[in-house]
C-alpha cells in the first residue's frame, strides 16, 4: 500500500519566518504534487515535480523532489499570512487516483 | 469561469435519506473522480470514471453510487444515508493518465 507521511501536522509561525514541510513515503512515486486548501475550497495545485532531485521555485516557495523520487518537501520563504492554509503533497496512485499525505496545517500570524 | 463545479455546497439531511451531489468540468477532461475529505482533513479517493467507465473503486459502502450522464458529469448517489457519511466530499477532474487533478469547491454533508 502507497502511503505518504506528511510532517509537522501543524506549524504557527510569525510573519517573515522561514519553514519547512515534509512528505515522505517508503514507495517510489512517478511524480509528486503539493496542493494548498483554504477553508471551504478543494485543493488547488501549486506544483508537480516529476524528476528525482528536482527543484522548483514558485516565488517564496521552493519545492523539491528526492533523488529515489520517495520524498518530498516545501520551503517556504518569510512566510506572509497571506501563506496560512492546509498545505497536501499527493503521489499518483498505481490506479491513476491521487494518495494524499494527512496535510500540514500552516498559521502565519502577522 | 469556473473549471470544476459541485452542486449544493452544503447538505443537510438526515439519516436514512437518498441524497445526489453533482459536479460539472469544463475542461475538456476524460477523467473525473471523488473523493472524501473526512474531519481530520485526510482526503481519501473513492471513485473514478474515465468515459464512462469506472476504472476503480475503492471500498466504500454500496450505498454510494457514481453516474456519468456525459464525459463532463459524475454525480455521487447515496442511498440510505448515515451519521458517519458527514463529511466534505470533493469531485476533480483530469486528462487521462496525467496525475495533475482539478479540484471543486467541496460539498459539505451533514447527516443528522
Known amino acids: 500500500t502507497q502511503l505518504l507521511e506528511q510532517s509537522p501536522q501543524f506549524l504557527s509561525i510569525q510573519e517573515g519566518e522561514n519553514l519547512t514541510v515534509y512528505c515522505n513515503s517508503s514507495?517510489?512515486?512517478?511524480?509528486l504534487q503539493w496542493y494548498r486548501q483554504e477553508p471551504g475550497e478543494g485543493p488547488v495545485l501549486l506544483v508537480t515535480?516529476?524528476?528525482?532531485?528536482e527543484v522548483k521555485k514558485l516565488k517564496r516557495l521552493t519545492f523539491q523532489f528526492g533523488d529515489a523520487r520517495k520524498d518530498s518537501s516545501l520551503h517556504i520563504t518569510a512566510a506572509q499570512p497571506g501563506d496560512t492554509g492546509l498545505y497536501l503533497c499527493a503521489g499518483g496512485g498505481s490506479q491513476g487516483n491521487l494518495i494524499f499525505g494527512k496535510g500540514t496545517k500552516l498559521s502565519v500570524k502577522p | 469561469d469556473t473549471a470544476v463545479s459541485q452542486t449544493p455546497k452544503y447538505l443537510v439531511t438526515q439519516m436514512g435519506n437518498d441524497k445526489s451531489i453533482k459536479c460539472e468540468q469544463n475542461?475538456?477532461?476524460?477523467?473525473m473522480y471523488w473523493y472524501k475529505q473526512d474531519s481530520k482533513k485526510f482526503l481519501k479517493i473513492m471513485f473514478s470514471y474515465n468515459n464512462k467507465e469506472l476504472i476503480i473503486n475503492e471500498t466504500v459502502p454500496n450505498r454510494f453510487s457514481p453516474k456519468s450522464p456525459d464525459k463532463a458529469h459524475l454525480n455521487l448517489h447515496i442511498n440510505s444515508l448515515e451519521l458517519g457519511d458527514s463529511a466534505v466530499y470533493f469531485c476533480?477532474?483530469?486528462?487521462?493518465?496525467?496525475?495533475?487533478?482539478?479540484f471543486g469547491p467541496g460539498t459539505r454533508l451533514t447527516v443528522l
Open positions: 475542461l475538456g477532461h476524460d477523467t
Open positions: 515535480v516529476v524528476t528525482g532531485g
Open positions: 514507495s517510489v512515486f512517478s511524480s
Open positions: 476533480a477532474s483530469s486528462h487521462e493518465n496525467t496525475d495533475t487533478q482539478y
